[in-house]
């Protein structure tokens, strides 16, 4: 079956060998010995990286500084086929700016002056493993054009050279930018901020992981002074603080009351001491644990869904996709009540005598939020003003914006169009009601309502029935 984790309140701790569980359904493996997590939401995002990494596609992590992008980055190494194949991770804000084309693609002896011999690229470096591009958005936009062509083709030449090289790597990348406004502005190829961010991880700051703060004190005083504790008041008292230098900075404070606390407990006092003017939330809640808990069911069906748009409804190639057998794909199909294919649909009109055709399908449609979270949900109804929708995470609220894609039932033309929720419900199903489409593609959608809507259905269903504006 297809390997997904529970993601729920569960303690593990793997830095010193030891792993410490409260269950729900299943035991959870190790990250490895790296890899210290204990907050529900940092464990999400963990398992949900362990998943992604038996899968080919791209991944784009963001994050505040210092918040544990490359553990994430590293993770998805860790669990792939390529893990024993190299990793190879690049600084691109570190990169000299008249090197960053030979540093990535490497180049021929005499390409400029100082090129006394031939050195190859990160990318031929990391050939058949993962190449990890950390601040991926400081890249200057003339070396941008052609790390998509890279990446599009897996095929570069090296500065100077007249030999076609050819590669295959797992690219992931990860950025502290918010790239969709540099996209906006002009700064970041929009082609290939999509071509990275086929999924898209978000690594929570430390402030919203307070129960990461206390297992990270004390995998950081092990270290630094393996006789010593801190008291529950004074592990209370670090939860309490910002970090906005998040793992770093916490690391950096852990180690300086280790050595400077004469007695074997370090309190609230010396905290207080040592940390005096950072900032102090007013306010405790685990930010954690109104993160969305996702069960065992709802992840797979979600890897599940993700598959099946990818391959445009194919089971058969999803099913290699997944790395299970076809008739196991099957059979959890009809356990999530996933269907491909749609029924008759019906026909109305507003009062104005607008065409408000809604026909029901069951496809996957990929939603991409505005601040970059990229997810899979499933289209129950479409319609020529908007689409219905099923399996929200409980995080989107009325009035949310988004874009997203789906294509249609024997349709080869993907329909991707910007969205607002109109009404969501607490089940999960939601209403998204259209804000703009590309011409094409609302004609093809409006083409398609219309060959669809052949034999009349009660429409007893709410529906979103207006136009999609051009």
Same mark, same amino acid.
């Given at each position: 079956?297809?390997?997904?984790?529970?993601?729920?309140?569960?303690?593990?701790?793997?830095?010193?060998?030891?792993?410490?569980?409260?269950?729900?359904?299943?035991?959870?493996?190790?990250?490895?010995?790296?890899?210290?997590?204990?907050?529900?939401?940092?464990?999400? =995002?963990?398992?949900?990286?362990?998943?992604?990494?038996?899968?080919?596609?791209?991944?784009?992590?963001?994050?505040?500084?210092?918040?544990?992008?490359?553990?994430?980055?590293?993770?998805?190494?860790?669990?792939?086929?390529?893990?024993?194949?190299?990793?190879?991770?690049?600084?691109?804000?570190?990169?000299?700016?008249?090197?960053?084309?030979?540093?990535?693609?490497?180049?021929?002896?005499?390409?400029?002056?100082? +090129?006394?011999?031939?050195?190859? @690229?990160?990318?031929?470096?990391?050939? @058949?493993?993962?190449?990890?591009?950390?601040?991926?958005?400081?890249?200057?936009?003339?070396?941008?054009?052609?790390?998509?062509? =890279?990446?599009?083709?897996?095929?570069?030449?090296?500065?100077?050279?007249?030999?076609?090289?050819?590669?295959?790597?797992?690219?992931?990348?990860?950025?502290?930018?918010? $790239?969709?406004?540099?996209?906006?502005?002009?700064?970041?190829?929009?082609?290939?901020?999509?071509?990275?961010?086929?999924?898209? $991880?978000?690594?929570?700051?430390?402030?919203?992981?307070?129960?990461?703060?206390?297992?990270?004190?004390?995998?950081?005083?092990?270290?630094?002074?393996?006789?010593?504790?801190?008291?529950?008041?004074?592990?209370?008292?670090?939860?309490?603080?910002?970090?906005?230098?998040?793992?770093?900075?916490?690391?950096?404070?852990?180690?300086?009351?280790?050595?400077?606390?004469?007695?074997?407990?370090?309190?609230?006092?010396?905290?207080?001491?040592?940390?005096?003017?950072?900032? =102090?939330?007013?306010?405790?809640?685990?930010?954690?644990?109104?993160?969305?808990?996702?069960?065992?069911?709802?992840?797979?069906?979600?890897?599940?869904?993700?598959?099946?748009?990818?391959?445009?409804?194919?089971?058969?190639?999803?099913?290699?996709?997944?790395?299970?057998?076809?008739?196991?794909?099957?059979?959890?199909?009809?356990?999530?009540?996933?269907?491909?294919?749609?029924?008759?649909?019906?026909?109305?009109?507003?009062?104005?005598?607008?065409?408000?055709?809604?026909?029901?399908?069951?496809?996957?449609?990929?939603?991409?939020?505005?601040?970059?979270?990229?997810?899979?949900?499933?289209?129950?109804?479409?319609?020529?003003?908007?689409?219905?929708? +099923?399996?929200?995470?409980?995080?989107?609220?009325?009035?949310?914006? $988004?874009?997203?894609?789906?294509?249609?039932?024997?349709?080869?033309? +993907?329909?991707?169009?910007?969205?607002?929720?109109?009404?969501?419900?607490?089940?999960?199903?939601?209403?998204?009601?259209?804000? !703009?489409?590309?011409?094409?593609?609302?004609?093809?959608?409006?083409? !398609?309502?219309?060959?669809?809507?052949?034999?009349?259905?009660?429409?007893?269903?709410?529906?979103?029935?207006?136009?999609?504006?051009?």
């Amino acid at each position: 079956m297809v390997d997904v984790l529970i993601v729920g309140a569960i303690y593990i701790v793997c830095a010193d060998q030891r792993v410490t569980q409260l269950r729900l359904e299943h035991d959870i493996p190790s990250f490895g010995d790296d890899v210290v997590a204990r907050d529900p939401i940092m464990l999400k =995002v963990l398992q949900t990286a362990r998943v992604l990494a038996r899968h080919h596609s791209a991944v784009l992590i963001t994050g505040e500084t210092g918040s544990g992008k490359e553990v994430i980055a590293r993770v998805l190494h860790r669990f792939s086929s390529r893990n024993n194949r190299p990793w190879i991770d690049v600084n691109c804000a570190a990169l000299p700016e008249h090197l960053v084309e030979s540093e990535l693609f490497g180049h021929e002896r005499g390409a400029f002056s100082g +090129a006394d011999t031939a050195k190859p @690229g990160m990318f031929e470096l990391a050939n @058949g493993g993962t190449l990890f591009l950390d601040e991926i958005g400081e890249i200057d936009p003339r070396v941008q054009v052609k790390l998509l062509r =890279v990446l599009d083709a897996s095929t570069f030449y090296r500065l100077g050279g007249t030999r076609k090289v050819s590669v295959d790597v797992r690219i992931i990348a990860a950025t502290n930018r918010d $790239l969709q406004a540099a996209v906006a502005s002009g700064l970041f190829r929009r082609d290939l901020y999509h071509r990275i961010t086929e999924f898209h $991880l978000h690594v929570p700051p430390l402030r919203e992981r307070p129960l990461d703060v206390a297992a990270l004190v004390e995998y950081f005083l092990r270290q630094a002074s393996p006789g010593k504790c801190f008291s529950d008041d004074a592990l209370q008292c670090l939860q309490s603080f910002d970090w906005p230098g998040n793992v770093r900075e916490l690391r950096n404070a852990v180690t300086r009351m280790a050595v400077a606390a004469e007695d074997e407990s370090i309190t609230a006092v010396d905290v207080r001491k040592h940390l005096a003017g950072q900032s =102090v939330r007013s306010s405790l809640a685990h930010a954690g644990q109104a993160a969305v808990q996702c069960t065992i069911n709802e992840m797979e069906r979600r890897m599940i869904l993700s598959a099946l748009e990818s391959t445009g409804g194919n089971q058969s190639r999803a099913a290699e996709r997944l790395g299970i057998p076809r008739r196991t794909l099957c059979r959890k199909l009809n356990e999530h009540q996933i269907g491909f294919g749609r029924r008759r649909g019906s026909s109305t009109r507003n009062a104005d005598g607008a065409d408000s055709t809604r026909v029901k399908l069951s496809v996957p449609v990929r939603i991409e939020m505005e601040d970059g979270t990229c997810f899979v949900v499933q289209a129950t109804d479409v319609s020529a003003g908007g689409v219905g929708l +099923a399996s929200m995470p409980t995080t989107i609220s009325p009035g949310d914006k $988004l874009r997203l894609q789906f294509t249609l039932p024997d349709c080869r033309r +993907a329909i991707e169009a910007g969205a607002t929720i109109a009404w969501l419900h607490s089940d999960g199903t939601a209403g998204a009601q259209f804000l !703009w489409a590309q011409p094409s593609e609302r004609e093809t959608l409006l083409r !398609w309502l219309a060959t669809s809507a052949q034999q009349p259905m009660a429409a007893t269903d709410r529906i979103l029935s207006h136009p999609i504006p051009a």
